[in-house]
């Protein structure tokens, strides 16, 4: 055997023997979008990245750009919290599905105001990014929270710059309790904002009421838990008032149809139910049903099918609620349109 032979003969044998072919196989999943979901994708990645050897490279950048990412083929996945049409989806030749539900918190920055101490309802929220509430002791609000000592404080509203599933969201549920903001400014992943500053991602929006007094915003829960944010209590549609807790995140998703032929589009905002928070909806993976890489792809549904069978207390964990199994089931089998799927083997 020439030198040559035995250096190669001895490089496999070192790696059956150390197990590296674990090491050169890992690969990194590609994927870009809402920040609402960031923080348990996040989770989920790092324990993943424990058992399979292989990460996730998730570009927080907004539902609007991982909408760009995916239709520019420069991700793997993309992700929206809002959910895109048949006709969108048929456009790209796209598939489309929910990771987990989530709900969207107004937070405040009100002196001596503590996390869950105020309430708002929705014309209430809608007349403030209307500007047409620009106090906080304003009647409106004083009607809602006879108990506060609220401050005779300019309101400055904040809200997202960029383009987001969570504006989606927002605006969606703005759309449906006022007819002036569904008329004026309607509902998009990005809108015309009435009055108010802009900051990039939950994050930024989070930053900027923790810094600003008399700030207003919303956020995906865990953003508000995370920084400690006063997070608002809700009237809902049914007139209750609710906390932003799980349980009342899944209340809102307890008629949903999720239907695969509308490619579980489903909007979770202003539902029926005593116990239902009103702002609540899920975030969407997007991928091509004819990849050009389908090993990467085939890669990212492993995550995803990795994290519905062991995520779910993650999830818990960020006050996220995770889908019901027959749910994840009837997702599961829809990846069945993904060349190079073939079941995950």
Excluded: C
Excluded at 1 to 26: D, E, P, R, W, Y
């Amino acid at each position: 055997m020439s030198l040559f032979n035995k250096f190669i003969a001895g490089a496999i044998a070192l790696v059956a023997a150390t197990g590296m072919t674990t090491a050169v196989l890992a690969l990194d999943i590609s994927g870009a979008g809402a920040t609402f979901p960031f923080p348990i994708y996040s989770k989920w990645a790092s324990a993943y990245k424990g058992v399979s050897g292989n990460g996730l490279n998730y570009q927080s950048i907004g539902s609007g750009g991982g909408i760009k990412q995916i239709e520019s083929k420069t991700v793997t996945f993309g992700a929206s919290d809002m959910p895109l049409s048949v006709q969108e989806l048929n456009r790209y030749g796209l598939l489309q599905f929910p990771s987990v539900i989530g709900g969207v918190v107004p937070v405040v920055n009100v002196r001596g105001v503590a996390p869950g101490a105020m309430v708002l309802d929705g014309p209430t929220l809608a007349n403030i990014y209307l500007g047409k509430i620009p106090k906080w002791n304003d009647a409106a609000i004083k009607k809602l929270n006879p108990s506060l000592n609220l401050p005779d404080q300019v309101i400055t509203t904040v809200h997202r710059s960029d383009g987001s599933g969570t504006v989606f969201i927002f605006t969606n549920y703005l759309s449906k309790v006022s007819p002036e903001w569904k008329d004026r400014v309607a509902f998009a992943t990005a809108v015309d904002w009435p009055v108010g500053i802009g900051a990039k991602g939950n994050e930024g929006v989070a930053g900027n009421v923790a810094q600003t007094s008399g700030a207003i915003g919303f956020v995906e829960y865990a953003y508000a838990k995370q920084n400690k944010l006063a997070y608002t209590k809700m009237a809902n549609k049914d007139g209750k008032t609710v906390s932003p807790v799980a349980a009342s995140f899944g209340a809102a998703a307890a008629g949903a149809a999720w239907d695969p032929a509308n490619g579980f589009g489903t909007v979770l905002t202003d539902q029926a139910g005593a116990d239902t928070w009103p702002i609540a909806g899920a975030t969407f993976v997007l991928v091509y049903k004819q990849p050009q890489d389908p090993a990467a792809t085939k890669e990212a549904l492993k995550f995803f099918e990795w994290a519905y069978k062991n995520g779910d207390a993650m999830a818990d964990g960020l006050d996220y609620v995770a889908l019901p199994d027959a749910v994840k089931q009837r997702i599961m089998t829809s990846w069945s349109q993904v060349q190079g799927w073939n079941g995950g083997h």
